[in-house]
């Protein structure tokens, strides 16, 4: 026959908590779940709506150049040495493209400068603004196509094909008057080997 232990008895001290109402589990459920949303939820979305806003700012500007070829920005200095493009300091509006295969590389750029700019850039060439022909479009469909440029805005036009020989670079170059004190400047330099 077993003997039953005796169960120990407890010091006021030692008794067991009574167990949790249910009203309570709920609110520390909830004060719980507030805090998470708080802590995790609130700088997750903070997150979320940044990225999204710098992803759609980047966007805009690849897609205006994205669907000409064009990269916005300056051309390397290796590249405007190498297809002679000194591009005038304080020009706005400045992108380019190249592209390179066996018979021929060629570097397209565009800027906007000052009617000051455009003498100092044909005069950094080795062209004299002088040059320059009235309603002359330098720049063949071909190369337009490649960057989808339009020629067919207000104008006027002007523009001069400055060749030299290989292997140095011949720029072909057209200008757009159409505001007559900043010029646009449209360049397509060929290097060919």
Do not use: C
């Not at 709506?49 to 980047?58: C, E, F, L, M």
């Not at 190369?143 to 001069?160: E, K, T, Y």
């Not at 400055?162 to 007559?180: A, G, K």
């Amino acid at each position: 026959m077993t003997v039953p232990h005796p169960s120990p008895s407890l010091s006021p001290d030692e008794e067991p908590e009574p167990a949790e109402d249910r009203r309570h589990m709920i609110r520390r459920r909830w004060l719980t779940a507030i805090t998470i949303v708080l802590l995790i939820g609130i700088p997750a979305g903070y997150l979320v709506i940044s990225a999204a806003q710098s992803r759609d700012s980047g966007r805009d500007k690849a897609a205006k150049y994205s669907a000409t070829g064009l990269t916005e920005g300056w051309p390397s200095r290796l590249q405007r040495r190498i297809y002679e493009v000194p591009i005038p300091g304080k020009s706005q509006r400045v992108a380019y493209y190249e592209t390179n295969n066996w018979r021929a590389s060629r570097l397209y750029v565009q800027f906007l400068t000052s009617n000051d700019g455009l003498d100092t850039f044909l005069e950094r060439i080795g062209a004299d603004p002088a040059d320059l022909e009235d309603g002359e479009l330098t720049i063949g469909k071909r190369d337009r196509d490649v960057v989808s440029w339009d020629f067919s805005g207000p104008g006027p036009w002007s523009g001069l094909v400055h060749e030299q020989n290989r292997p140095l670079p011949t720029q072909r170059i057209t200008v757009d008057r159409s505001n007559p004190d900043h010029p646009m400047v449209y360049v397509v330099s060929k290097a060919t080997p």
